[in-house]
Structures are given as C-alpha cells and as structure tokens.
C-alpha cells in the first residue's frame, strides 16, 4: 500500500512537471512566465529524484535491518530449542551453540514438546522465505540458513520419525549458514560444554515446563498408572 502511495505521488509529480514544461512551450520559452514554467517544473524533477533516492537509501536500510532481525531471531529460536533439548548454558555464542549441536548422538532422547518446538523453528522459517523475502534477499547467506531450518517443517511428515542425529545436522547446517550472515563464529567450539549435556526426558522437561509444571507432569503420569 505504502510503495503505491509513492508511485502515485511520483506518477502525479512527474505529470504535474510535464503540464508545466507543456506549458511553458505553449507561452514561449523566451517570455518571463515560461521561463518562470520552466525553472518550475525542472525543480520539480530534481525534487522527486532526490527523494526517490532517499526513499531508496531508506528502504534498502529498513529491509536491511528487518533481515538482520529474522536472521538473529532464528538463531535465539534455535539456542531456546537446543537448551530445552541439551540443556548447558542458556545463553550461548554461536559457536558453543554449534559445539552442543556437533557433540549430538542418535542414542539422545528428543521429547514431544522439544521436537514441536523445533517444528515450529522450521514452519516458521517456510513462512518467512515467502512473506519477507524482499529482507531475506538483501543479506546474503540469509536464504540459506532458513531454507535449513525449514526443512524442519517435515519433521513428522515422514512414515518413520527423524531421528535425532538428522535433527541436529539440520540445526549445525541452519546454525553455521545463519551466524556466517551475522558476522558470527562459525566454528564448533567443544571444550567445557559437552559436560553440560542432558538430553533426557526428565531434564527436558524441567527445562521446557520449569520444576513444578515437571513435577505436576509426573504425579499425573503416576496417577494414571495407579
């Protein structure tokens, strides 16, 4: 709506320069008012040139920063699923955050609720190649990363569940195409975090649901086997 309303105003100032100019051919070029016409309409267009290209300067900025923020919140979406999942420091680098990635086995329990989480990552991502792709398009590695995670999107589509080494290479190939559009490292760093890891179900769950919403989890789960 906002890009028609500035193509009518250029459409309708370029128009009012040429009636003008029309004009001044029509008084005679040589006389004062055609003069005066001619200046007129010449300010005109230098008007609406440099404003076109504010407008330019300004849009390709605002899209600019709009990917910057699609970018960074994929890449805190991912570090919040993979603390629900692994567990380690909540606030990671990308680096650490790919350390934790790498470090994942197939014998590591994926939850329900963690793999929604990671579903919703991919879904999320798929939406956003199609509706903000004029911002995904003006930093480069964007596309890539999200066109990774949305493959996340088909995590239960399958007739045999994904398992979660699949997972994770998904998260790592997201991950590294996302931080290498952000400026960021790109590395795995391993050291003193594997330590942290605990993918089991009652971890998970903890971390997803807090202590007393685990808690309640398990004296239901009780209750229905008594």
């Known amino acids: 709506m906002i890009r028609f309303v500035r193509l009518i105003v250029v459409v309708g100032s370029l128009g009012v320069s040429a009636l003008l100019m029309w004009m001044a051919f029509a008084l005679g070029t040589q006389t004062d008012w055609g003069q005066l016409l001619i200046n007129l309409s010449s300010e005109i267009v230098g008007v609406v040139i440099t404003v076109a290209i504010v407008e330019a300067f300004l ?15 994929a890449v ?3 570090e919040s699923g993979v603390w629900v999942w692994q567990g380690g420091p909540r606030d990671l680098e990308t ?8 470090a994942v086995d197939e014998g590591d329990f994926l939850a329900d609720h963690t793999e929604s989480m990671f579903l ?13 792709l004029d911002a995904i398009e003006r930093l480069p590695g964007l596309m890539n990363g999200l066109e990774q995670l949305a493959r996340l999107s ?3 589509d399958g007739r045999t569940l994904m398992s979660p080494r699949k997972v994770a290479d998904i998260l790592e190939e997201g991950t590294v195409e996302l931080a290498r559009a952000l400026g960021q490292p790109t590395d795995p760093y391993l050291a003193g975090l594997i330590q942290y890891r605990d993918p089991s179900r009652q971890s998970q769950e903890r971390r997803h649901f807090g202590e007393r919403g685990a808690g309640g989890r398990e004296e239901r789960a009780v209750g229905v086997e008594l």
């Not at 680096?95 to 790498?102: F, K, M, V």
């Open 59 to 73: 849009e390709r900025r605002r899209l600019v920063e709009r990917a910057r923020r699609l970018a960074w919140d």
């Open 76 to 78: 805190h979406a991912v």
């Open 95 to 102: 680096d650490e955050l790919l350390g934790i990635l790498h």
């Open 120 to 132: 919703n990552i991919g879904t999320r991502s798929r939406r956003q190649l199609t509706n903000d």
């Open 154 to 156: 088909g995590l239960r």
